[in-house]
């Protein structure tokens, strides 16, 4: 099949695979040994869906079409009675809530679209998901928190249908009215501090203007983006905000520590809008993003265990953090096969 690889793998999928078993992909890891006593996320196994349709396009090798079942499994048994997603689940299968955070819902509703709306994805699978979809949808109106709707707008913009290019609209103007109340001067961001998971606010909206041409969508991205990006790279390379303190409004910019879940997230902002408005310079953006997990970064360090595939948890103020979870491994892959589908990456470089 046409745009698919054979040799030569941009990816290694070792410790993927030790990481998963017939539940689903563990939580952590202990150094690169999977660690059973933190469980399993809906949240990881949400992404790694995605992850595996992107394998499975990429490479065509039906392990990854088993990996796709098991993750779809996943999603579908978390699932509670009103549509929602339970998020934490024991080693021993016992979920620990009867429902998770909104956040898990709207990275569920990305999952959900992606894979309902790539060719790759089995017949059968799409008719299960097409189901846990629909009972889903309902929720995305009540959602309140950002990221939430966020994910869910992104989910929503890979499916053609006048419904939710509607509700894609009314979701996208309430954070615009985040953005509005909460930008003041210099500031211009959608909350009073800069916190996880960024980039998915102004991506989102680079889709929504690609989906509904309202240019207030466009307008809102950019000048987010514009703003998340001097922080970003205000040392010349890409440098995202610390887990340990974050960056409140009037104050500064944590340094540490540094999330693998930052770079893939930033890329997939770029890339979306290098697609919304066809502006090269989003490409040379999200290379540079790329490029951290490689070592161009605050402690000049790669987070690629070469020997694994593995993908180290992120960097402290020591180095790296020697742990390689679910998020770490899938956001790498992401973003490595992302950059690698739209033909913008020498991957040769890092070799």
Known sequence: MTGRLSDNKIVKDDHIFRL?????????????????????????????????????????????????????????????EKGKFKNFMSYDRRWLEDEGSEDCFGRCIWALGFALSCEYTPRGVKQALSHVFKKALPNIKLLNYPRAKAYSMIGLSFLDNIELKNLICD????????????????????????????????????????????????????????????????????????????FPKGG???????????ACETVLAYMEAYAATGNGKYISKAKECHAWYRGVNSKGLSLIDNETGGCFDGLTAQGVNHNMGAESIISYIISCISIYQKNVFNFKQFD
Not at 20 to 42: E, I
Not at 199 to 225: C, D, H, Q
Not at 252 to 262: G, I, K, S, T
Request: charged share 20%; proline share 4%.
């Open 20 to 80: 998963t078993d017939d539940t689903g992909m563990l939580q952590h890891s202990k150094c690169w040994v999977p660690d059973p006593r933190h469980g399993y996320t809906t949240d990881d196994n949400a992404r790694a869906l995605i992850m595996s349709i992107l394998l499975y396009k990429t490479y065509g090798d039906k392990k990854y079409i088993d990996l796709i079942y098991r993750f779809s499994s996943f999603l579908l048994y978390a699932q509670n």
């Open 171 to 246: 979701t996208a103007q309430s954070l615009c009215c985040l953005y509005e109340k909460n930008s003041d001067g210099d500031w211009k961001w959608f909350e009073n501090a800069v916190t996880y998971c960024n980039s998915v606010l102004p991506w989102s909206l680079f889709a929504a203007y690609r989906i509904t041409g309202n240019k207030k969508f466009l307008e809102t991205a950019e000048g987010s983006m514009n703003f998340l990006g001097n922080i970003l790279f205000r040392e010349g390379y890409f440098k995202p905000v610390g887990c340990n303190g974050w």
């Open 252 to 262: 500064e910019p944590a340094e540490f520590d540094e999330q693998p879940v930052e």
